[in-house]
């Protein structure tokens, strides 16, 4: 749902950040002195050539790498003062990412798959809170015409 009272609201702001791979003297340094700001509302393309940094920048920006260099805010909130357990938590509630590739785990079926981001917020949920998950799982696959998958593998779906 739009909410126009939060048009404009900044959700990632990105200051001087630079990203290394490697240690000390070899590191190779994959983006340098990066400043990026991104408003609610707005859609945001990353383009470049390959080893252009892309990637990098992508799991910085879905919490799935950290630096320590620069300053990387997600609604106001600096990734790098949170610890690991409240990093994942905000990556599980504010973060969505689609992948290139597969990333399903294979012993379990499509639902449990998409269930799986609640596992993290389990300890913390009774089982209403656990059920009212389950409910907008099936309900979101029924938006998307997939319901009918719900129990299969992912090696049984197709294409």
């Given amino acids: 749902m739009n909410d126009m009272n939060n048009e404009g609201k900044t959700l ?6 630079n990203y290394r791979y490697g240690e000390e003297e070899s590191a190779f340094l994959a983006l340098k002195d990066l400043t990026l700001k991104i408003n609610q509302g707005e859609f945001v393309a990353i383009t470049g050539a390959s080893g252009s940094g892309k990637s990098t920048l992508m799991n910085l920006l879905g919490t799935l790498a950290t ?3 620069g300053v990387f805010k997600i609604e ?6 949170l610890d690991p357990d409240d990093l994942s938590s905000l990556r599980n509630r504010r973060i969505g990412f689609v992948f290139q590739q597969f990333h399903l785990l294979p012993r379990l079926s499509v639902l449990e798959n998409i269930l799986m981001p609640s596992n993290y917020l389990q300890p913390r949920l009774d089982a209403e809170g656990r059920h009212r998950y389950y409910r907008r799982a099936l309900e979101l696959m029924t938006r998307l015409g997939i319901a009918d998958q719900a129990e299969k593998l992912p090696v049984h779906l197709s294409g």
Avoid: A, D, V, W
């Fill in 76 to 81: 106001g909130t600096n990734t790098s003062e």
């Fill in 67 to 69: 630096t320590r260099e």
């Fill in 12 to 17: 990632i702001e990105i200051e001087h950040l």
